[in-house]
Structures are given as C-alpha cells and as structure tokens.
C-alpha cells in the first residue's frame, strides 16, 4: 500500500465506515491532515496531503438523514451533488458508501438517494470515463434489530448491488469480508485489520501492478 501511484487524488464520500478508510490511509501513508477549522472530524470536509508524491485523500460525509450528536449543516452536501463537481480523469478515485444511517427509513427512501448518486456516476463517466469509482459495501454490525441491525442492513445492500449491476464500478465487499472474519465481534466500525484487507483490494485498482 505504501506504493500507492503519485499523483492520486480520491474523494471518499459516505458514512463513518468509509471515514475509516481515511483515517488509516493518513497513517499508513503517513499524510498530513488539514482539516478546515470549522470542521467536525465526523463530517468533514477533511483533507489530508503527501505534498512529495502529490497524493491527496478528501473525505465528506453524505447529506441528511444523519446519526450524530452535532454537525455544521452547511458543510453537508448530497454526494450526488458533490460528485457533479468532480472533473474527474484518470488520477481521480471515488469511493463511496452509504448505508449505516438508512436502515430505519423505508428502502425506497434509500433506493431514491443511490438511484441520485448512480445518475452523477454515470454523467461523471461520460465526462471522464477513466475515472475509477468504488463502492464499498455495508459491514455486519450489532445494534438494535429493530433500527440498525444486519438484516435491516443487509436489505440496503442487497439493494445497493441491484442498481449498481453491470456499471463500470469496483465493488469492495466489506460484507463478505466481515462476515468471513471470525476473530473479531460485529461492530459497525470493522477493526483495523478488516480496514487495512479492505484498502489492500482498493489499491490493487488504483495502482494494479
């Protein structure tokens, strides 16, 4: 991972599980962060940069409904709209993952936001067909069954690769990845390792060998 390609810029854009992936990227590839001064580090905007390599790593969240204790509303926009303001090319990567926050509204609420996002990826595509976008999948969990369990969760997703099928998207399988790994209990945020397995399948996109 350490040999990421120069000159990358990703835009991670979702739920605290893909803020995740942000945070292990700056250690790992020891970045340094530069978040704006208004900023909560659950939300974002965040961003953090190898001036040397030309690697910049960008993290938001997605827009409301949100499970938070407080967050600046005016930095909150819908990744559909964020993803319209990306020019795009073939150093650009987009991940993307919304879930977590869904699983107590009705699936066609949730179905009405990814059809949004699958939109903008498709006008993102014909602007910049090169642009490498991926998608990362819910995780296992424990919570409540009746707001945040897995098989709440496991609707989205089922969902989620519906109307991603036969688009020019990677699909990183954080669900079979969780529920394969039997040395850690669920937990919404996967532990590190998990993490670190997750970005190991990412990079070998965004810099194949």
Known sequence: MEDMSEGKTLYLLGDSTIRQWYEHLVKILNLKDNPLPDATHHTGPLLARDTVNNITVKYRSHGPPLRCEWTRTFHLLYVANVIDGIEGGPNDVVGITIWAHFTSYPVDIYRERMGAIRAAIQRLHQRSPETLVVIKSAN??????????????????????????????????????T????????????????????????????CPM
């Open 140 to 177: 296992t969990r424990m919570g409540n069954e009746l707001v945040e369990g897995d098989w709440l969760a496991h609707q989205l997703d089922l969902s989620m690769r519906e109307m991603f099928e036969g688009m020019n998207v990677v699909l990183v399988d954080a669900w079979e990845m």
């Open 179 to 206: 529920t394969a790994q039997q040395w850690h209990a669920d937990a919404i945020h996967p532990a590190g390792d998990i993490i670190v397995q997750e970005l190991e399948y990412l990079c070998s996109f965004v």
